[in-house]
């Protein structure tokens, strides 16, 4: 294997040419994002919509062709090769595996939108534009009662289930499979190497690597700034500090500060350690949502919508909207979701790849497609199930509860809240739950932003587990650094928009990482058939 790994001085461990590289990009990007933000927003708003108008198609087709390569590895005889050699075993137990890909792959997202996107889909007013649920329209669930709420629950499970996460599984597999078992760089250059060989330690290698890089620091920034300002809410609520940018950017200074600690202690250290205990607290919340909540109610919704689910999943991941109404809900909701998670998808693979040494295929498979899975349609259908009760059942009538009006205003955080206001009330018992939620909130940013900083020195080191400890200081404080230049100059929502037209040439990395290992693995099989010969 060539090595291109600096042997002394500053970047000693690291690849000099491709941090430098990756280090001038992101400055440039965010001089083009930050200060000429109007500039930037049109042009990302104006590509992401073309890709989104263009595309579609072949995003759905996409992202169903990964979800049927899993289901393949799991059934067929590859599932029982290790990630490593036939005698290696797990490093991680199963809870601390699980707990690690909860929350660096999905944590965040769920509480943010464990409310808000349920209630929308619920809503049959068209606030946005267009219709709020055309899968619940076509159901004939056309007004707000329970069986709209069900196919709510469904649309919200569906663009967080099995398709989103068999993204995360084809990365995950592809890296972990030619790091542990074929002795390459824990990199995206790998999944190249059956295709290109040893030339995947040349430009178009640090090609892929890059645009790993990239999305790592540009992913978690954007999720960082986006979201202290859910937490500033969260805070001025219990200790009734002012939510504005002041705010803001000490909770980025802090979490940072916390998320380059965490990194250099590694995956054994800070981010087992906090990822365990997002577990727990979770656990606590979702009791209290699940016991203080209408819980007979809630177990019948999960019954009937992992039913619904199990029986649509393929219709609807297969469905293509050619209704003028429906095209723009599908555009933006199911195509940015489809883009999201793929742009996502080097990053939390690369991280998943990291934990899953010694494991089958047919385990990491199963594994980082149903757990997660599984974890989130509690979680989605115990807070949004409480915030449409709530609204169903309405002293006034239903939809009258005040949160669907939140939602319209796309207060997210408030919609949280005020559901949780209504289980429990006031008073301590109230406060302290609300402080559950909110260190949630910041908790799993830094489990996010952590892991972030570990893959992409991971990346940057060429596979090197344990990257010099200095750069995972130095990328830690870029990512707060962009977070708050970006929040400032009023860029991060520009940055989003970027980030999901990014997606498009990220999808076709996920396909040649997937026909690389698959590849690898029909030859891997036919190698050993003419050993026995």
Same mark, same amino acid.
């Given at each position: 294997?060539?090595?291109?790994?600096?042997?002394?001085?500053?970047?000693?461990?690291?690849?000099?040419?491709?941090?430098?590289?990756?280090?001038?990009?992101?400055?440039?990007?965010?001089?083009?994002? =930050?200060?000429?933000?109007?500039?930037?927003?049109?042009?990302?708003?104006?590509?992401?919509?073309?890709?989104?108008?263009?595309?579609?198609?072949?995003?759905?087709?996409?992202?169903?062709?990964?979800?049927?390569?899993?289901?393949?590895?799991?059934?067929?005889?590859?599932?029982?090769?290790?990630?490593?050699?036939?005698?290696?075993?797990?490093?991680?137990?199963?809870?601390?595996?699980?707990?690690?890909?909860?929350?660096?792959?999905?944590?965040?997202?769920?509480?943010?939108?464990?409310?808000?996107?349920?209630?929308?889909?619920?809503?049959?007013?068209?606030?946005?534009?267009?219709?709020?649920?055309?899968?619940?329209?076509?159901?004939?669930?056309?007004?707000?009662?329970? +069986?709209?709420?069900?196919?709510?629950?469904?649309?919200?499970?569906? /663009?967080?289930? #099995? /398709?989103?996460?068999?993204?995360?599984?084809?990365?995950?597999?592809?890296?972990?499979?030619?790091?542990?078992?074929?002795?390459?760089?824990?990199?995206?250059?790998?999944?190249?190497?059956?295709?290109?060989? +040893?030339?995947?330690? =040349?430009?178009?290698? /640090?090609?892929?690597?890059?645009?790993?890089?990239?999305?790592?620091?540009?992913?978690?920034?954007?999720?960082?700034?986006?979201?202290?300002?859910?937490?500033?809410?969260? &805070?001025?609520?219990?200790?009734?500090?002012?939510?504005?940018?002041?705010?803001?950017?000490?909770?980025?200074?802090?979490?940072?500060?916390?998320?380059?600690?965490?990194?250099?202690?590694?995956? /054994?250290?800070?981010?087992?350690?906090?990822?365990?205990?997002?577990?727990?607290?979770? &656990?606590?919340?979702?009791?209290?949502?699940?016991?203080?909540?209408?819980?007979?109610?809630?177990?019948?919704?999960?019954?009937?919508?992992?039913?619904?689910?199990?029986?649509?999943?393929?219709?609807?991941?297969?469905?293509?909207?050619?209704?003028?109404?429906?095209?723009?809900?599908?555009?933006?909701?199911?195509?940015?979701?489809?883009?999201?998670? #793929?742009?996502?998808?080097?990053?939390? =693979?690369?991280?998943?790849?990291?934990?899953?040494? =010694?494991?089958?295929?047919?385990?990491?498979?199963?594994?980082? #497609?149903?757990?997660?899975?599984?974890?989130?349609?509690?979680?989605?259908?115990?807070?949004?199930?409480?915030?449409?009760?709530?609204?169903?059942?309405?002293?006034?009538?239903?939809?009258?509860?005040?949160?669907?009006? #939140?939602?319209?205003?796309?207060?997210?955080?408030?919609?949280?809240?005020?559901?949780?206001?209504?289980?429990?009330?006031?008073?301590?018992?109230?406060?302290?739950?609300?402080?559950?939620?909110?260190?949630?909130?910041?908790?799993?940013?830094?489990?996010?932003?952590?892991?972030?900083?570990?893959?992409?020195?991971?990346?940057?080191?060429?596979?090197?587990?344990?990257?010099?400890?200095?750069?995972?200081?130095?990328?830690?404080?870029?990512?707060?650094?962009?977070?708050?230049?970006?929040?400032?100059?009023?860029?991060?929502?520009?940055?989003?928009?970027?980030?999901?037209?990014?997606?498009?040439?990220?999808?076709?990395?996920?396909?040649?990482?997937?026909?690389?290992?698959?590849?690898?693995?029909?030859?891997?099989?036919?190698?050993?058939?003419?050993?026995?010969?």
């Amino acid at each position: 294997m060539v090595t291109e790994l600096a042997q002394g001085g500053f970047f000693q461990g690291m690849h000099k040419g491709m941090t430098l590289t990756a280090s001038g990009l992101v400055l440039l990007f965010v001089l083009f994002t =930050g200060l000429g933000s109007d500039t930037a927003g049109s042009v990302f708003g104006a590509t992401r919509a073309w890709i989104e108008s263009t595309f579609s198609g072949y995003y759905l087709v996409t992202v169903m062709l990964l979800l049927v390569v899993c289901a393949f590895i799991v059934f067929s005889r590859y599932g029982s090769i290790r990630l490593g050699p036939d005698d290696s075993r797990p490093e991680f137990s199963n809870f601390a595996w699980f707990a690690m890909l909860f929350s660096a792959g999905i944590g965040i997202g769920i509480l943010f939108f464990g409310v808000a996107e349920p209630i929308f889909y619920l809503d049959d007013t068209g606030a946005f534009g267009y219709p709020n649920n055309p899968h619940a329209d076509m159901a004939g669930a056309t007004a707000i009662g329970y +069986e709209r709420a069900i196919d709510a629950l469904r649309v919200t499970v569906f /663009h967080w289930g #099995l /398709h989103g996460w068999a993204i995360y599984v084809i990365v995950g597999m592809s890296l972990a499979y030619f790091a542990y078992r074929k002795g390459l760089p824990l990199a995206l250059r790998s999944a190249l190497y059956p295709f290109i060989g +040893e030339r995947i330690f =040349g430009p178009i290698g /640090h090609l892929f690597d890059i645009l790993g890089v990239l999305g790592c620091v540009f992913g978690v920034a954007t999720s960082l700034g986006l979201g202290v300002s859910q937490m500033a809410v969260g &805070l001025e609520r219990l200790m009734g500090i002012d939510p504005g940018l002041n705010t803001q950017l000490m909770l980025i200074t802090g979490i940072s500060i916390i998320s380059i600690l965490s990194a250099v202690t590694g995956v /054994h250290g800070g981010i087992r350690l906090i990822s365990e205990m997002n577990i727990w607290v979770s &656990l606590v919340v979702v009791g209290v949502f699940l016991i203080g909540g209408p819980t007979l109610w809630l177990i019948m919704a999960f019954g009937e919508t992992l039913l619904d689910y199990a029986i649509n999943v393929i219709p609807m991941g297969l469905w293509y909207a050619d209704e003028e109404g429906a095209t723009a809900w599908q555009q933006g909701w199911t195509i940015f979701y489809w883009g999201w998670w #793929l742009a996502w998808a080097p990053f939390v =693979g690369l991280f998943i790849a990291r934990i899953s040494k =010694g494991r089958t295929l047919r385990e990491f498979v199963l594994g980082v #497609l149903l757990v997660p899975t599984l974890i989130i349609f509690v979680w989605l259908i115990i807070f949004g199930g409480n915030a449409m009760y709530q609204e169903l059942y309405a002293t006034s009538g239903p939809g009258s509860a005040g949160i669907i009006e #939140l939602v319209n205003a796309w207060n997210l955080p408030s919609a949280l809240f005020a559901t949780a206001d209504n289980i429990v009330g006031g008073g301590t018992f109230g406060w302290l739950l609300s402080a559950m939620m909110v260190f949630l909130l910041m908790s799993w940013f830094v489990t996010s932003s952590d892991s972030g900083t570990l893959v992409l020195t991971t990346i940057l080191s060429l596979g090197d587990s344990e990257p010099p400890r200095r750069f995972r200081v130095f990328w830690g404080v870029v990512i707060g650094l962009v977070a708050a230049v970006l929040l400032v100059a009023g860029g991060l929502n520009a940055l989003q928009t970027a980030l999901i037209a990014a997606a498009l040439p990220l999808s076709v990395v996920v396909l040649v990482m997937t026909a690389g290992v698959l590849l690898s693995l029909f030859r891997e099989t036919l190698d050993a058939r003419r050993k026995r010969r």
